[in-house]
């Protein structure tokens, strides 16, 4: 998903698994990292498949290579929107 809101360009990668790496191949994890590194934002946005009730989200961040951090969880779709426009 491509957003512009308040001036502000915004990458979400939408994601709905448990699986390894968010399911993200290597290229999709470079493309954050040189997105990053050249002044771009950029989240992964993931449902969490094991937790209850739906719509718990997490955002997930990459800052460095190899390393997907989750900088939020236990999320609804407000309040992931409104750290993903804060941020």
């Not at 954050?32 to 946005?45: A, D, M, P, R, V």
Request: cysteine-free; proline content about 3%; aromatic content about 10%.
């Amino acid at each position: 998903v491509y957003w512009l809101i308040n001036g502000k360009s915004i990458w979400i990668e939408l994601k709905s698994n448990d699986v390894k790496n968010l399911g993200l191949s290597k290229y999709q994890i470079n493309w954050h990292l040189e997105h990053y590194q050249n002044k771009g934002t950029s989240f992964i946005l993931r449902e969490d498949l094991s937790q209850r009730p739906p719509q718990n989200l997490q955002i997930f961040v990459i800052r460095e290579p190899r390393t997907i951090i989750r900088a939020y969880s236990s999320l609804n779709l407000k309040d992931a929107i409104k750290k993903i426009q804060d941020a």
